[in-house]
């Protein structure tokens, strides 16, 4: 097969498909380079606070289960009955400095959200141990309180909003928009036929969930904004205004755009719900952390907004599968339900009826936990309880820090040297705008070619090769494989490198490589006149 051939049969794939294939070419590349993936967005950092933390109250869950039956290997089941003086002996925080952290967690939740101690004790040691299916099914009850004050913490910007808001973690950002989009067809909240709104560029699978494809997709393209410093502009907001939308799926701060919206785009939001009160608006905050002083959608339209959050990305927890869905308990999903005509109505009471009652009281949340299982596995729903306990340990790590997290700011100190040492290297401007979470930067290769060698060569580069090529070559001859916009809904010749997953020195090798490749064009461009 020819390079070419080779280069059309990969633009069919998804963009996380095509990367994959680059990858094995970039391992055996031709110039013998260093390999670099700056594909991905998995973060190479860990949380190492709330991982050791897991591993104590492992520890301590044993030797409670071992009071009741002790056997060999055979323990038994954990009693409150003493569970928080017996923890206070079990931790050694002058000798263990993670011991501090629990006990700091314990009075935290205490003092700051009334939780009895004994009771969130045995929670986290059940919960660890698993010893139980989840029960409540859609999240355990201390921990609900927990997620929420996390959430509230890091997202909402001094909204309090979260007593009045209900939670279903689920196994990672990945299943909370499987689930999501299930019970919005499920519950007939989107038919076929129907408008939706959409930030693009925007992660694959929004644009590739195949639910999706009998909808009538209406873009709302936040990236047309170029002249504005990349900011969402108030007037790309107000196109969810237009006739027969029903629905907006945002991600923000965008991937790969890594843009956050401003408070002007937060307010025209506010704007349009006064107009639409009956916009469904579903916001995927995953990197909300990276961006200073960030405000979530769901702050300004909690009537309106599910929220979804995942630990993957900060704590660097995506073989853990942790996430969850926010919704407000008074929320336009439960009226739009009520306000099916009613032989819908009828329909999916019978769906529900073998879970409650009262199904036709079932809350929109609920039902997604039980459609999660199909309905008839409701019982024995739910996230697994070591992964919801590792969600509150992970929310505790911020809880307990006074004013600044000094984990979420040297993650952003991190993203930001490597995203310096790239635009340096590319002898790029650095976007500075304060929503720019720089966690993934797009790099306008047409744009660099022109600054560097004129319009003549930027034109031959977009016209004469298949747009996957300078990738494929990248990846081929100099061993680094980054990922192509066009896949997220960009224009052509955005490259999207991650600012996650390589060391620091990286980044401004892979920009010595963009360089050197972009000359080889240029070389071939001069003798081609
Ligand atoms: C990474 C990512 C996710 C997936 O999160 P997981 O918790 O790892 O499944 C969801 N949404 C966006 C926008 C992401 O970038």
Same mark, same amino acid.
């Given at each position: 097969m020819t390079s070419r051939e080779e280069e059309k049969r990969l633009e069919k794939l998804g963009a996380f498909e095509i990367s994959s294939e680059l990858l094995q070419l970039a391992q055996h590349n031709q110039k013998g380079?260093?390999?670099?993936?700056?594909?991905?967005?998995?973060?190479?950092?860990?949380?190492?606070?709330?991982?050791l933390a897991f591993t104590r109250i492992i520890e301590f869950g044993v030797e409670e289960s071992e009071r009741t039956i002790s056997q060999g290997d055979l323990a038994g089941y954990i009693q409150l009955e003493g569970i928080f003086e017996r923890f206070e002996t079990f931790l050694t925080p002058k000798t263990k400095k993670i011991d501090q952290f629990l006990l700091d967690a314990v009075n935290y939740v205490h003092d700051a959200l009334n939780?009895?101690?004994?009771?969130? /004790?045995?929670?986290?040691?059940?919960?660890?141990?698993?010893?139980n299916y989840p029960v409540p099914s859609r999240i355990l009850k201390n921990s609900e309180r927990v997620i929420n004050a996390y959430l509230e913490s890091v997202l909402y910007r001094g909204e309090k909003l979260a007593e009045q808001t209900d939670l279903f973690p689920t196994e990672g950002g990945t299943a909370a928009i499987v689930y999501l989009f299930n019970s919005l067809k499920e519950n007939k909240?989107?038919?076929?036929?129907?408008?939706?709104? /959409?930030? !693009?560029?925007?992660? !694959?699978?929004?644009?590739?969930i195949p639910e999706l494809n009998d909808y009538e997709l209406v873009e709302v393209d936040l990236r047309s904004n170029e002249e504005h410093n990349w900011q969402i502009q108030a007037s790309e907001v107000d196109k969810l205004k237009g006739e027969g939308i029903k629905a907006f799926f945002s991600v923000n701060p965008s991937n790969p755009g890594a843009m956050a919206f401003n408070d002007a785009a937060l307010a025209e939001i506010e704007k349009v719900i006064a107009?639409?009160?009956?916009? &469904? /608006?579903?916001?995927?905050?995953?990197?909300?952390?990276?961006?200073?002083?960030?405000?979530?959608i769901y702050s300004v339209a909690p009537y309106n907004t599910l929220l979804v959050y995942s630990y993957s990305k900060l704590f660097g927890a995506t073989g853990w599968r942790l996430g969850v869905i926010a919704a407000n308990k008074k929320n336009v999903f439960d009226h739009l339900i009520n306000q099916l005509a009613l032989i819908d109505q009828k329909e999916l009471a019978a769906r529900y009826s073998i879970n409650t009652l009262e199904p036709e009281k079932l809350k929109f949340i609920d039902r997604m936990v039980a459609d999660s299982r199909s309905v008839g596995l409701y019982h024995t729903a739910g996230l697994s309880t070591p992964q919801q306990i &590792?969600?509150?340990?992970?929310?505790?790590?911020?809880?307990?820090?006074?004013?600044?997290?000094?984990?979420?700011?040297? !993650?952003?100190?991190?993203?930001?040297?490597?995203?310096?040492?790239?635009?340096?290297?590319? &002898?790029?401007?650095?976007?500075?705008?304060?929503?720019?979470?720089?966690?993934?930067?797009?790099?306008?290769?047409?744009?660099?070619a022109e600054k560097l060698y004129g319009p003549d060569f930027s034109n031959y580069l977009a016209a004469h090769f298949?747009?996957?090529?300078?990738?494929?070559?990248?990846?081929?001859?100099?061993?680094v494989v980054l990922m192509?916009?066009?896949?997220?809904?960009?224009?052509?010749?955005?490259?999207?490198?991650?600012?996650?997953?390589?060391?620091?020195?990286?980044?401004?090798?892979i920009a010595k490589q963009i360089l050197e490749l972009l000359d080889e064009y240029h070389q071939n461009f001069l003798q081609q006149e």
């Amino acid at each position: 097969m020819t390079s070419r051939e080779e280069e059309k049969r990969l633009e069919k794939l998804g963009a996380f498909e095509i990367s994959s294939e680059l990858l094995q070419l970039a391992q055996h590349n031709q110039k013998g380079n260093l390999f670099l993936n700056a594909g991905r967005g998995n973060p190479n950092w860990i949380n190492a606070k709330a991982r050791l933390a897991f591993t104590r109250i492992i520890e301590f869950g044993v030797e409670e289960s071992e009071r009741t039956i002790s056997q060999g290997d055979l323990a038994g089941y954990i009693q409150l009955e003493g569970i928080f003086e017996r923890f206070e002996t079990f931790l050694t925080p002058k000798t263990k400095k993670i011991d501090q952290f629990l006990l700091d967690a314990v009075n935290y939740v205490h003092d700051a959200l009334n939780i009895d101690q004994a009771e969130f /004790i045995k929670e986290l040691a059940d919960g660890a141990i698993g010893n139980n299916y989840p029960v409540p099914s859609r999240i355990l009850k201390n921990s609900e309180r927990v997620i929420n004050a996390y959430l509230e913490s890091v997202l909402y910007r001094g909204e309090k909003l979260a007593e009045q808001t209900d939670l279903f973690p689920t196994e990672g950002g990945t299943a909370a928009i499987v689930y999501l989009f299930n019970s919005l067809k499920e519950n007939k909240l989107i038919k076929k036929g129907d408008k939706i709104a /959409i930030n !693009t560029p925007i992660f !694959t699978p929004y644009l590739q969930i195949p639910e999706l494809n009998d909808y009538e997709l209406v873009e709302v393209d936040l990236r047309s904004n170029e002249e504005h410093n990349w900011q969402i502009q108030a007037s790309e907001v107000d196109k969810l205004k237009g006739e027969g939308i029903k629905a907006f799926f945002s991600v923000n701060p965008s991937n790969p755009g890594a843009m956050a919206f401003n408070d002007a785009a937060l307010a025209e939001i506010e704007k349009v719900i006064a107009e639409k009160p009956e916009l &469904m /608006i579903i916001t995927d905050d995953v990197y909300g952390t990276f961006v200073e002083d960030f405000k979530t959608i769901y702050s300004v339209a909690p009537y309106n907004t599910l929220l979804v959050y995942s630990y993957s990305k900060l704590f660097g927890a995506t073989g853990w599968r942790l996430g969850v869905i926010a919704a407000n308990k008074k929320n336009v999903f439960d009226h739009l339900i009520n306000q099916l005509a009613l032989i819908d109505q009828k329909e999916l009471a019978a769906r529900y009826s073998i879970n409650t009652l009262e199904p036709e009281k079932l809350k929109f949340i609920d039902r997604m936990v039980a459609d999660s299982r199909s309905v008839g596995l409701y019982h024995t729903a739910g996230l697994s309880t070591p992964q919801q306990i &590792m969600e509150v340990l992970f929310s505790l790590t911020h809880l307990v820090t006074q004013e600044k997290d000094a984990y979420i700011e040297d !993650t952003k100190k991190i993203i930001d040297q490597r995203y310096q040492a790239l635009f340096k290297g590319l &002898m790029l401007e650095p976007n500075t705008s304060k929503e720019n979470s720089k966690y993934y930067a797009l790099i306008d290769l047409y744009q660099l070619a022109e600054k560097l060698y004129g319009p003549d060569f930027s034109n031959y580069l977009a016209a004469h090769f298949e747009q996957v090529d300078f990738l494929y070559n990248l990846s081929q001859k100099n061993g680094v494989v980054l990922m192509d916009g066009v896949g997220f809904g960009t224009k052509p010749g955005e490259l999207r490198v991650s600012e996650a997953n390589l060391p620091n020195k990286d980044y401004g090798i892979i920009a010595k490589q963009i360089l050197e490749l972009l000359d080889e064009y240029h070389q071939n461009f001069l003798q081609q006149e």
